[in-house]
């Protein structure tokens, strides 16, 4: 009996062990237990942290970093992220989770600890709702309250120390400038969600805000003014109240956007505030979508230029929002799983979403535990006044400024940069042709002394932009970034682009300092935002069409106002011909007199030195100051999306009587500009050239072998059946134009969607209705851009 007692004792025994372990993998076994990595790691650097939150939602369904919120831009019913949403805590011990909230139609992201440890901020969009707004929820998943509403995206908030809240906002009512989805930029509010304000000018993104130990803010800044649209997107800081806007980390060297950068904090009993040190997501390239990236430790301390100092944590590159606790020890988010990570990116998972989540992507997994407040940074605003002021100490101190002589440059240029309302394409067209993707306008100039010193007074919360002049008003250098101050904001800077760690040359004090602030002096009989054909095509046709024409084609260039496909034929041959120099999408910090008017043949060809052509000051002032403002086509953002139209040339025709000489080029004939004249088809090159002069063509193509004079022409005259099929290419492109019409052509109407977000952001009447309505898209784009003008609050 007692064998077999013991028997049925030992049986019953194994058979609860088995019970026991399918009820530790059903419930969760303890992380710490399945995680050896963890277990360390909570009797060292997360002593005190029992539990963690992390958000789990519908990954985006856009391919870029930013396009997670909001709608596509042709389509308001198109939204950018997918259908699920989950706050939930984990027990690192127990391997208990906890949902906090669970919405399967809804969405969850940027969850953010209180520093009471007893709520969590983080944005939501209800199931029922288009837009992700701000809400608190107690730690124990009681008391969840709204604290922001409206008809835009409240993202990415963290608690300040005063007790306010920062976080990203799409209230700025922009696009991408080179995408279809919108902008979100640095906002702050009270703890309720009352008082939203904007403490950011920038018509790009913002991201991922987060405070250091010093009382700044840290965060991603995007923007390309005169640079690459895909190449800028570093760490920026900001003071809270949006003052002191610098360069944190990484903004000189091209590629890498990044995101989701936190401290990292010293060892427990250290008496330090902090390392110096940051985590960060360096997502490859141009950012791969929901911030994925490799971890990566950032130390400031040798500069922001220094890229040394960016050291990768391990080989892989699809991690998210890490978070460190020490420089060995990291929590990180990848696909469905939770991970601990140590410094040499080495990682075990201690969480696997199932059940219901399974279908979700887990994020930002953050510890709740008390934690101290940062330094608070007094409040330098002054909200009653309009205006802030720069301090330039010296502006021929800086990078890749040689050759540049003391008391070279007499003025500055004052542009700004404006914010697009919608956007159609990944590239800038139609705004320009391989420049600016915005808009700038026009502000004046404000003079440098001949110290090289400057001051003086501009417009608060607005994206400005420099061009250093000389004595012939000719640019010297461009900022090739942006700047902005805050109301009664007092800022200053050592140069132009000068390094970070370095101190000014100064000998004594700033002439410009002996006197007011200088107001920026605008031009006069000059528009705010120049327009091709308005502006400067009449030039054109006053002193350059006489020779530049399709009949006399000097230098085979013609500077005639006839439309092609996207743009007129003179805009396009001033810009593809290389007569304007500009940025071109390119790296940042080139070198004095490399773009700009000093650098544009066009001003050469204007200045009577070719064919006598002399322009009056006037002419020469608008031409000039065209080129300094990124030499833009249309001057209004109605312009976008409308007036593009395909030609269709009959490729047939093409192969067989153009491809013996144009083998190369018979495939971009229809992506050619001149190639077809959609004002008068029968001046089109693609017509005009193979064309005998006898009946009235360019006589420039011969069949192969035979030189002109020997030998007639492609086109002998215009009853050619191929002539006749080429025409009627661009005869139903230019049809199509017609109907369609471009923003120079009378009785234009801007695009739908254009006029349905102006509605929206009440730059037209919520009664505007575009079949009965007349519209002034000038006037539109101006109401716009003067809707984020600072208008002072007197006290």
């Known amino acids: 009996m007692s064998v077999w007692r013991d028997g049925i004792g030992r049986g019953l025994a194994a058979a609860c062990m088995v019970v026991l372990c399918c009820v530790g993998v059903l419930c969760g076994a303890s992380p710490a237990a399945r995680s050896p990595m963890l277990a360390r790691a909570l009797d060292g650097p997360m002593a005190g942290v029992n539990e963690i939150v992390f958000a789990a939602r519908g990954i985006g369904r856009d391919g870029h970093w930013y396009a997670n919120f909001g709608h596509w831009v042709s389509d308001p019913n198109r939204m950018m992220y997918r259908e699920g949403g989950r706050l939930a805590a984990l027990n690192l011990r127990t391997g208990k989770l ?32 288009k837009h992700y707004h701000l809400y608190e929820i107690n730690v124990d998943g009681t ?48 703890p309720d969600g009352k008082n939203v304000r904007v403490i950011s000018a920038n018509v790009e993104q913002d991201n991922t805000p987060w405070m250091l130990p010093d009382g700044r803010v840290l965060f991603m800044r995007w923007e390309y ?103 060995d020890c990291f929590l990180a988010a990848r696909g469905r799983q939770v991970y601990i990570m140590d410094g040499r990116g080495r990682a075990e998972v201690i969480h696997t979403a199932s059940g219901k989540a399974a279908r979700l992507e887990l994020h930002e997994p953050r510890p709740i535990r008390r934690r101290p407040r940062e330094e608070r940074i007094p409040d330098r605003t002054d909200w009653s006044r309009a ?44 705004i320009s042709l391989g420049g600016t993707f ?136 001033l810009m593809s011909r290389g007569l304007v120099a500009h940025g071109r999408d ?72 153009c491809a013996a000489c144009h083998r190369n080029d018979v495939r971009r004939w229809n992506k050619w500009e001149p190639a077809a004249n959609l004002t008068r088809p029968d001046k089109s090159l693609v017509l005009l050239a193979p064309l005998s002069k006898a009946a009235g063509g360019l006589d420039l193509c011969r069949p192969k072998g035979k030189p002109p004079g020997k030998t007639g022409a492609v086109f002998a005259d215009r009853s050619d059946a191929d002539y006749r099929k080429l025409l009627a290419g661009v005869l139903a492109a230019k049809k199509r134009l017609d109907q369609i019409k471009r923003f120079d052509m009378p009785g234009f109407v801007p695009n739908r969607h254009y006029l349905r977000e102006m509605k929206a952001y009440g730059a037209l009447p919520a009664s505007f209705d575009p079949g009965k309505d007349r519209v002034d898209p000038y006037r539109v784009d101006e109401t716009y851009w003067r809707s984020f003008w600072h208008r002072p609050k007197h006290r």
Not at 108 to 117: E, F, G, L, M, N
Not at 403 to 416: A, D, H, Q, R, S
Request: hydrophobic share 35%.
């Open 98 to 129: 906890r949902v906090l909230l669970d919405d399967p139609r809804g969405g969850v992201r940027d969850p953010q600890v209180h520093y009471d440890a007893d709520k969590i901020l983080f944005s939501y969009r209800k199931g029922s709702g």
């Open 143 to 190: 008391g969840l309250r709204q604290l922001t509403d409206g008809p835009q995206d409240d993202i990415e908030p963290t608690y300040l120390p005063d007790g306010e809240i920062i976080f990203c906002s799409s209230r700025v009512n922009r696009y991408v400038q080179c995408w279809f989805t919108q902008v979100a930029v640095l906002h702050r509010c009270g």
């Open 438 to 573: 915005t808009l700038p306008r026009v502000l004046g100039t404000v003079p440098v002394e001949p110290d090289g010193s400057a001051y003086f007074e501009v417009p608060a919360l607005r994206p400005l932009f420099f061009v250093a002049l000389d004595e012939n008003d000719l640019s010297v250098k461009r900022m090739q970034s942006f700047v902005s101050v805050m109301p009664g904001e007092a800022t200053s800077c050592v140069g132009c682009h000068e390094p970070r760690t370095t101190a000014g040359r100064l000998t004594g004090k700033l002439a410009a300092m002996a006197r007011e602030p200088s107001p920026i002096r605008p031009f006069e009989n000059v528009p705010q935002v120049f327009d091709f054909p308005r502006d400067i095509q009449p030039i054109l046709d006053r002193h350059c069409v006489k020779c530049h024409n399709y009949r006399k084609y000097a230098g085979k260039v013609s500077l005639t106002g006839d439309r092609g496909k996207i743009y007129s034929h003179a805009y396009y041959n």
């Open 225 to 327: 003014v005169d640079r690459s649209r895909v190449r800028f997107h570093h760490l920026w800081t900001i003071n809270p109240d949006g003052t002191g806007q610098m360069v944190y980390f990484g903004n000189m060297y091209p590629g890498t956007v990044m995101l989701d950068a936190k401290p990292i904090p010293p060892r427990p009993g250290s008496g330090q505030a902090g390392t110096g040190k940051v985590v960060a997501s360096f997502s490859p390239g141009h950012g791969r979508r929901e911030h994925e990236g490799g971890v990566t430790i950032v130390d400031p301390g040798a500069g922001p230029d220094n890229r040394a100092f960016a050291r990768r944590v391990g080989r892989e590159s699809n991690w998210r929002d890490p978070y460190a606790f020490s420089e």
């Open 586 to 657: 390119a790296n940042g910090n080139i070198p004095p007199r490399k773009i700009g008017t000093s650098a544009s043949r066009l001003m050469k060809k204007i200045d009577g030195s070719h064919n006598k052509v002399r322009l009056s000051a006037h002419e020469r002032r608008m031409i000039r100051l065209w080129i300094e403002s990124g030499a833009p086509y249309p001057g209004t953002y109605a312009a976008l999306g409308t007036g593009m139209v395909n030609v269709a040339l009959d490729g047939r025709v093409l192969a067989r009587r």
């Open 387 to 430: 205006n802030g002021r720069l301090i330039l100490a010296d502006v021929t101190h800086g990078r890749n400024m040689g050759g540049v002589k003391p008391g070279e440059i007499k003025k500055l240029l004052i542009l700004e940069t404006l914010p697009k309302p919608v956007n159609f394409s990944g590239t800038m067209e139609p």
